[in-house]
């Protein structure tokens, strides 16, 4: 069935953006908007999904010179799903241009072009203890979002995972398929909730469909530790690596001696001081709310990595 609403979806070519156009596409969507920075990534996204207008733009800068405007991009825009962020990193700077900046940018043309509706994709992190670049600029994204007057529903999901996953999850099972010993820091006695991103973005489709309002806390059904998590991994994968308990500061001195070396690092201190930060989020009956399916932790992470088409795709950082 054919879904007429035009949606604009900014950083389209990420994790989240790449799950939803595909799920958007096959639930009949055709008048799809993809913004983002990445040319690679957006180029990913335009081969299985050549229908969908894509658009490469920086959207800290104001206006685009010689090319169409991204702004007037969001003149009948039905939903607009607001999807960009810095993620990972050591610049502190690019968290503050692409989580703040960026966001000023895209409500001032919302609002300019009086958008009605605003899929607000915050994250767990602004309820974490954890205090980094990307929690503190999280939160104020979210709350800048949430200001702006225009309806909207507040998503803030878990550490996720799925198709086109370049980090976290994703990037440790490629590690993994290319080392004899996979190392964990400390006891790897860390609880974790990772969210399937597949999941998440029928959470996404249902608000845009029902027009959900409030703030909801999208949080990975099943508790496990992180240790528990990579052996799963492992299984869905078929790696045969061995796992291996090194002392978390000899782990985190790793991660120091890279991050001199490689100026994007898949795998952050930061990170890593997340990764142990003993954080358990609230878990609400999400797919009773909006009507979709929570997918069993093994078969989310088959479905991710076993999948004959999309399991093979990698995004770069």
């Keep these: 069935m054919t879904q007429s609403k035009k949606i604009v979806i900014t950083g389209a070519a990420g994790l989240v953006g790449q799950n939803l156009i595909s799920r958007l596409t096959a639930k009949g969507y ?5 913004i983002d920075k990445h040319a690679s990534n957006l180029a990913i996204l335009e081969q299985y999904h050549p229908m969908v207008r894509a658009l490469r733009r920086d959207l800290a800068e104001r206006d685009s010179s010689g090319a169409a405007r991204w702004q ?18 050591i610049v502190p700077a690019d968290f503050v241009r692409n989580n703040i900046e960026a966001t000023e940018r895209v409500l001032e043309a919302a609002v300019r072009y009086g958008v009605p509706y ?22 104020a994204q979210e709350a800048m979002i949430i200001s702006c007057g225009i309806e909207q529903v507040v998503l803030r999901p878990t550490l996720m995972f799925g198709w086109f996953d370049r980090k976290h999850i994703g990037w440790l099972a490629r590690f993994m398929q290319h080392i004899p010993i996979f190392p964990i820091p400390g006891s790897g006695r860390f609880t974790r909730q990772p969210l399937f991103a597949g999941d998440f973005c029928e959470v996404i489709a249902s608000s845009i469909e029902r ?10 059904q099943e ?13 869905a994968i078929g790696s045969k690596a061995r796992i291996q308990q090194i002392p978390y500061r000899l782990f985190w001195t790793m991660l ?7 100026k994007n690092p898949a795998f952050t201190v930061g990170q ?8 358990v ?15 069993p932790l093994q078969e989310a992470l088959d479905t991710t990595f076993r999948d004959p088409i999309y399991s093979r795709v990698a995004l770069d950082f």
């Excluded at 767990?124 to 929690?135: E, F, L, P």
Aim: hydrophobic share 45%.
């Design 30 to 34: 055709t008048n799809l908007v993809a």
């Design 211 to 220: 027009g959900t309002t409030g703030n909801y806390n999208i949080t990975g």
């Design 256 to 262: 120091r001696i890279n991050a001199i070396f490689d």
């Design 223 to 235: 508790r496990i530790d992180y240790i528990d998590l990579i052996l799963a991994v492992k299984r």
């Design 272 to 279: 890593l001081k997340a990764l142990v930060t003993p954080d």
């Design 72 to 89: 007037d991009e969001l003149a009948g825009c039905d939903a607009l799903v607001i999807g960009h962020a810095q993620i990972g990193g």
């Design 281 to 295: 989020f609230e878990v609400i009956d999400w797919p009773g709310l909006f009507g979709v399916r929570a997918t």
């Design 118 to 139: 605003i899929v607000n994709i915050s994250s767990s992190v602004v309820n974490s203890m954890a205090i980094d670049d990307y929690t503190e600029t999280k939160k």
